[in-house]
């Protein structure tokens, strides 16, 4: 089945730097990714579409500026936290989509846990 | 817009009971309907799916059914197992435009041995 990854799994940093996460569709070509993120004991909030070659969409209350989304490939999407803060300490999990049918599914990959010191 | 509802949680149920876990949608058009499994310590895993309605999903022993009369796709097993534990998340997926999933808030199963 297709396999999504995500690097790194778990990361420390301390408040005022950058953080970039990787998501990379490992057995097919993703047109289109997304990344979400989740609060302890709650669901996926989506933060923002990617797809290749152009600028991403955000959804909205997402910051852009601080949320980079980079899509440079059809097997690569990267998430830079900019100028990360303890709140934005979170579980972010992106997902790839195969095709452009109506019934497609996403493949999600495992998540990267942030925290912010 | 549209929007996702589960019952809430946490579900704990003793080995080989019936499970139900209920979910209800609002959406224009005709959404594709999910269920995903969060196992601890892991991303979302697909368990099924359904694109129209009186589909029936299935995977695993667990089952549901494209309802769109009552909007609906209630999450259904027979006799779950210990395996079973972890958050399950009913999601829709819009039928056109960029064709997010929206998901609701999850549902923590339990299965006592």
């Known amino acids: 089945g297709a396999v999504v990854s995500q690097h790194p799994s778990r990361v420390i940093c301390k408040s005022g730097t950058s953080v970039k996460i990787e998501c990379r569709s490992l057995d097919f070509q993703a047109t289109t990714m997304f990344w979400y993120r989740q609060f302890p004991k709650q669901s996926l909030m989506l933060m923002a579409t990617?797809?290749?070659?152009?600028?991403?969409?955000?959804e909205q209350g997402v910051e852009k500026d601080k949320f980079l989304i980079n899509h440079a490939s059809l097997t690569l999407s990267t998430l830079t936290v900019t100028s990360a803060h303890p709140e934005d300490s979170s579980f972010y999990i992106c997902s790839a989509r195969t095709g452009a049918g109506h019934a497609d599914t996403q493949y999600f990959g495992p998540g990267t846990r942030l925290t912010v010191l | 817009g549209n929007s996702v509802t589960q019952m809430e949680g946490p579900v704990t149920l003793s080995e080989e009971a019936f499970l139900t876990i209920n979910c209800t949608y609002t959406?224009?058009?005709?959404?594709?309907l999910f269920w995903y499994v969060q196992y601890p310590g892991e991303g979302l895993q697909l368990l099924l799916k359904a694109t129209k309605a009186d589909d029936k999903g299935s995977n695993k022993g667990f089952e549901a059914t494209y309802r769109k009369e009552t909007t609906s796709f209630h999450l259904e097993k027979g006799s779950v197992q210990v395996s079973d534990s972890a958050v399950y998340f009913c999601a829709l997926s819009d039928s056109e435009g960029a064709q997010k999933l929206v998901f609701g808030q999850g549902t923590r199963l339990t299965i006592n041995p």
């Open positions: 990617s797809n290749e070659g152009s600028k991403a969409t955000y």
């Open positions: 959406a224009t058009g005709y959404p594709s």
